[in-house]
């Protein structure tokens, strides 16, 4: 059973404060037979661990990289499940030095895995040491200062490093060419999404009709975590308003409530559309002024909020900035100005 946690920090996930991770914590598949949507990853992961636990090795270093909210967390733990191995949880930014990186690292037990949630955040001096670490199982720890200071090398336990980052463009090469096996978590479909949904329901004992589910599924940003979130809220209302259970009307009734529109759009999202097309006349933006106008993060705007925009085909990442496509601006019931992509007389007619 995964062991012991530290808490990771995050930075970018505006969806999660504790009540909501103690909730997501009840909803967590705990093994790869339990884990819907992601058949490729799935499958590609579920032939390496059956190969290592078939050599009775310990499995090879996995790095999962996507949005937030796609299951990495969720994987690393079923990594550790199906391995039968112990679980260490920490992050990139919780690891300032690399010294702390040599504490965990030489505090973990053979096979264990050690899940590092936001690797791309860590620092370099740490980042170093964990490339050591990964190839040799070994670290050197540093005595002395200045000219006389000596690099002890210490053997550590074999164990399997899963990574996980929102950007996989922004880890080092050298770091991402020691992962064995590297997963790429897409946006989930509807249908995946639907039968999510329809297993939580079941944990919850929540009573919920077809086209309910499937209503919720397809307003879920492409991301079970959103499911997960939507379904709570759903129950809230259905429990409070009416008798518990949740029809496709109701469901409807909630979701207008909670803004969630019918593309499945947060006021986040939908703050940053209408930021570009009414306040910069459709684009191209900068992100940083983006962010500014939304007062966002630029990370949230970029690694939560754009990856669904530009999936959905409302927004264009361009080398001059932001742009709004013309399925923007009719989504928000407006009209482009003339020039503006968008317009009919722009890059797009
Ligand atoms: N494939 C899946 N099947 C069922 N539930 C899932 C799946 N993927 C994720 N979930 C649910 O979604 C929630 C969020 O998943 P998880 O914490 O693993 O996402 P994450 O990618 O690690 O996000 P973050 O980057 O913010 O840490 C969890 O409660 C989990 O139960």
Not at 41 to 70: E, I, K, T
Not at 290 to 295: D, F, Y
């Amino acid at each position: 059973m995964p062991g012991q946690t530290d808490e990771p920090h995050r930075t970018v996930d505006p969806y999660a404060d504790e009540s909501e991770r103690a909730a997501e914590a009840v909803l967590r598949p705990a093994s790869l037979a339990e884990f819907n949507g992601q058949p490729r990853v799935s499958d590609q992961l579920g032939l390496v661990l059956a190969a290592a636990r078939q050599r009775d090795a310990v499995a090879d270093h996995v790095l999962l990289s996507g949005p937030p909210g796609l299951g990495k967390t969720t994987l690393a733990m079923i990594i550790a499940a199906e391995m039968s191995a112990p679980l260490r949880i920490s992050s990139g930014p919780a690891i300032q030095h690399a010294g702390d990186l040599a504490a965990i690292l030489s505090g973990l037990s053979e096979g264990e895995v050690l899940f590092l949630d936001e690797i791309h955040r860590m620092s370099r001096p740490a980042e170093e040491l964990l490339y050591l670490a990964m190839e040799d199982f070994r670290v050197d720890v540093v005595v002395g200062k200045g000219p006389g200071a000596t690099a002890i090398p210490i053997d550590i336990p074999r164990f399997t490093l899963v990574g996980a980052t929102t950007r996989a463009g922004l880890l080092p090469g050298p770091l991402r060419d020691r992962f064995g096996f590297t997963a790429q978590l897409d946006f989930y479909d509807h249908t995946a999404l639907r039968d999510i949904l329809l297993r939580s329901a079941q944990t919850l004992g929540v009573d919920v009709v077809p086209d309910a589910a499937a209503e919720i599924a397809r307003r879920s940003r492409g991301t079970p975590r959103i499911t997960n979130r939507l379904l709570r809220r759903v129950r809230d209302f259905a429990q409070v308003r009416a008798d518990g259970r949740v029809t496709l009307r109701l469901a409807q009734e909630a979701l207008e409530l909670f803004e969630v529109d019918h593309l499945g759009l947060d006021r986040l999202d939908r703050g940053v559309l209408e930021a570009v097309c009414r306040r910069f006349a459709g684009g191209p933006v900068g992100l940083s002024t983006l962010a500014i106008s939304v007062g966002e993060e630029p990370e949230t705007v970029e690694e939560v909020a754009e990856p669904f925009l530009v999936r959905q085909g409302l927004l264009m990442r361009t080398p001059r900035g932001r742009v709004a496509t013309p399925a923007a601006w009719s989504h928000l019931g407006l009209t482009a100005p003339r020039g503006a992509p968008g317009s009919g007389d722009d890059l797009f007619s």
